[in-house]
């Protein structure tokens, strides 16, 4: 029972171009949701969130989008670099838990 | 200055053996965590301590055993080990201060032969 998914094991994409990143979710009950990255051999490391009253949160090149009435979210790289590639980790939260619920991850890779 | 240490980082043991898991962190969070990440690189959670006290056990053989000592400390002990216990081990922590958001170690690479 994944209760988050994301669907697109790899991504590739040009230097400068945007990166696109899903997930999708299957619980009405999450009210917080975040995006980790991570390289090889190292943890996940924390890069944006969102709380589920908001739509959006951008952070520098970063912004989450949440469609909660879809139960997905994206997470978009402008202008993406060569130094984010890495697998990205969607992951949710149910509040009255505090524990995270996390997809598959989905690997960037950004070509100078 | 390493926010979550664990060690160690790689460990290769036979099956049968009992072996630790050790987490630190300074951060000054009151809350710890146990991830595992499976062959399919799935990342679940497996224990969450509160201040000392145990307030999540998902479902994981009694074979593992978490221990806190004190709230920078969460130790993950491993009795009997088996070859399906090879994965990689996060520790992570969080604190209602950090917005809950949780911050990961650089995870322990066990294999077990």
């Known amino acids: 029972d994944q209760q988050v998914k994301q669907n697109s094991p790899s991504l590739s994409v040009q230097e400068g171009r945007i990166s696109i990143l899903n997930c999708d979710y299957t619980n009405s009950m999450f009210d917080y949701f975040l995006w980790y990255k991570k390289y090889p051999a190292e943890g996940p490391t924390f890069l944006i969130s969102i709380s589920s009253i908001k739509d959006k949160n951008e952070d520098g090149r970063f912004t989450v989008f949440l469609n909660k009435s879809a139960k997905h979210l994206s997470l978009h790289i402008v202008p993406s670099q060569p130094g984010d590639s890495a697998v990205y980790f969607c992951?949710?939260?149910?509040?009255?838990?505090?524990?995270?619920?996390f997809g598959q991850g989905t690997t960037l890779q950004v070509k100078p | 200055d390493t926010a979550v240490s664990q060690t160690p980082k790689y460990l290769v043991t036979q099956m049968g053996n009992d072996k630790s898991i050790k987490c630190e962190q300074n951060l000054g969070h009151d809350t710890m965590y146990w991830y595992k990440q499976d062959s399919k690189k799935f990342l679940k959670i497996m224990f969450s301590?509160?201040?000392?006290?145990?307030?999540i056990n998902e479902t994981v053989p009694n074979r593992f055993s978490p221990k806190s000592p004190d709230k920078a400390h969460l130790n993950l002990h491993i009795n009997s080990l088996e070859l399906g216990d090879s994965a990689v081990y996060f520790c992570?922590?969080?604190?209602?201060?950090?917005?809950?958001?949780?911050?990961f170690g650089e995870g322990s690479w066990l294999t077990v032969v």
């Open positions: 992951a949710a939260r149910k509040s009255n838990t505090g524990k995270l619920i």
């Open positions: 301590y509160n201040n000392k006290e145990l307030i």
């Open positions: 992570a922590s969080s604190s209602a201060s950090s917005g809950n958001t949780i911050y």
